[in-house]
């Protein structure tokens, strides 16, 4: 339920139950004083009536008395009199609709009121010369009282609508301007905070606990975002060691693919110096010189390239050239281990958007750990296809919007133990100095970053395979 529902209810229940609560009361006392103006009444007339019925009584008898009395009944429809007496074995007319019990007050002179039946009788007691003592009797239907009832009922009811729609008209526009609105901003703001983005977001120019809130948010920000380009440098700084781990790796490779050019360039430099080669074949040696020269800048470009700090920037990426990059960049250290790369790109596979350095990185740390475990020579095949389906490790989703890259050993695969472990930073079974155990945390963090996964596939004696999954553009 909406927190400004909840408040205006926890505001409006407790209100419109205690104006409840009062009308009940309200209602009740309006009740009780119908009932005593009845009593009241009944007591006015009885004492009136008992003065007359005395007097009459005395100067012209009990028969002339109670025609009197009965006259006077018959006059006032509204209420009932009659003349009852107190002495058990009376004749039935003069019989008290009350029990003799209850109009024990009266023989000490009280007047006795009695509500039953839908009727409130009063006794008046008679104090008559030479007879026992006897009472008047009025008695009067109580159905009015239920239209007093009703009037009151309807009239409270009424009130308390009225302030039930009031509180709920103010409280719900109080509630949405004071509580409804500005929570709904944090909450924006917080799911824009989940989702990455630590941008901040405008306060509201007031000075409640909400405001302090969206401050205190604000604050968090601009700390989360400070942490988070702090965090995102060191991965960077991170990546980049790697680069340069790998790019000492591929050093040594380097240096033997160098020794060919370097080798034809002294020769042909040597001929020319010591006048062997002259006319067109000192133009042939120099051209010579030239070519091998670019060919050695190339191989080292290549290596100073893949060594820059690379940016984030991602562009779309022709998966083909990364491929290719990669193996011109490790062909050297597998030449040098006796290892074949081969590459195998299927046809028509759509352009990635990702980030070239980054991708390059991991194809590259992947095959220089295929050739490291591989010491006996043999063949890396580095493939890349779109497969129609392909789990996710891990959870049973299925996705089918992916590029498959794949790099296959044939070297010693990987000990069941380890499998778990090869994503974890620093995870190494190579000797101190020859691997830090930071290529595949590098690789995992890359891919990750690009919205895909890497599997792998491994046995002991025949060789592993990691496939890199990342999903295809969708501009
Ligand atoms: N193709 C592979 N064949 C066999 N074992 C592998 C293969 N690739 C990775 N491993 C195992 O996984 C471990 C971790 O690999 P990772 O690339 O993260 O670190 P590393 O190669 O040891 O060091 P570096 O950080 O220099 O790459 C390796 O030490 C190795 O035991
Ligand atoms: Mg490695």
Redesign the pocket.
């Known amino acids: 339920m909406r927190l400004t529902v909840k408040l205006v209810l926890w505001f409006f229940v407790p209100v419109v139950l205690a104006v409840a609560v009062n009308a009940f009361y309200g209602v009740r006392a309006e009740l009780e004083r119908f009932e005593a103006d009845v009593a009241a009444r009944h007591v006015v007339m009885g004492r009136v009536l008992r003065a007359a019925f005395s007097e009459v009584l005395d100067t012209d008898g009990e028969t002339r008395a109670v025609s009197v009395l009965d006259y006077t009944d018959k006059r006032i429809r509204l209420v009932d009199i009659r003349w009852v007496h107190l002495e058990p074995g009376a004749p039935s007319a003069r019989v008290p609709a009350v029990s003799l019990d209850r109009l024990a007050p009266l023989r000490l002179g009280q007047d006795v009121h009695e509500k039953a039946d839908g009727r409130l009788r009063s006794y008046v007691p008679l104090f008559l010369q030479d007879r026992p003592l006897s009472a008047l009797e009025l008695s009067e239907s109580l159905d009015s009282e239920r239209a007093v009832v009703g009037a009151a009922v309807f009239r409270e009811l009424r009130a308390v609508a009225a302030i039930a729609i009031a509180i709920g008209v103010v409280a719900a526009g109080v509630g949405g301007v004071l509580v409804g609105h500005p929570v709904r901003l944090l909450v924006e703001h917080a799911r824009r905070v989940g989702s990455g983005d630590f941008s901040i977001a405008a306060v509201p120019r007031r000075s409640d606990e909400l405001a302090d809130l969206a401050r205190e948010m604000n604050a968090m920000c601009l700390q989360l975002g400070e942490a988070h380009r702090a965090k995102l440098r060191a991965i960077e700084q991170l990546r980049h060691a790697?680069r340069l781990?790998?790019v000492g790796?591929l050093a040594s490779g380097l240096a033997h693919e160098l020794g060919t050019p370097l080798n034809v360039i002294t020769l042909r430099a040597r001929s020319i110096a010591q006048g062997r080669a002259e006319g067109e074949r000192a133009v042939d040696a120099a051209r010579s010189i030239a070519e091998q020269a670019t060919r050695m800048t190339n191989l080292v470009r290549q290596l100073l390239d893949f060594a820059r700090p690379s940016t984030p920037l991602r562009t779309l990426i022709d998966v083909r050239e990364v491929i290719a990059r990669s193996v011109d960049l490790v062909a050297p250290v597998a030449a040098k281990a006796r290892i074949r790369v081969e590459t195998d790109v299927a046809p028509g596979l759509p352009a990635l958007r990702a980030n070239g350095p980054q991708l390059e990185q991991v194809l590259t740390?992947?095959l220089?750990?295929?050739v490291?475990?591989m010491p006996d020579g043999g063949t890396v095949r580095i493939s890349a296809d779109a497969p129609a389906a392909a789990s996710v490790p891990g959870s049973t989703t299925v996705r089918h919007d992916l590029i498959r890259l794949s790099?296959k050993?044939e070297?010693?695969?990987?000990a069941e133990e380890?499998l778990a472990?090869?994503?974890e930073?620093f995870?190494?079974?190579?000797e101190v100095g020859?691997?830090?155990?930071?290529?595949?945390?590098?690789?995992y963090g890359i891919v990750r970053d690009h919205g895909g996964f890497i599997d792998?596939v491994?046995t002991v004696g025949e060789?592993?395979t990691?496939s890199v999954h990342l999903p295809k553009d969708r501009s």
């Open positions: 790697d781990t790998t790796k740390n992947l220089v750990n295929a490291h475990s790099v050993d070297g010693t695969g990987i380890n472990h090869l994503f930073p995870f190494t079974t190579k020859v691997g830090t155990g930071l290529g595949l945390a590098v690789c792998v491994s060789g592993s990691f």
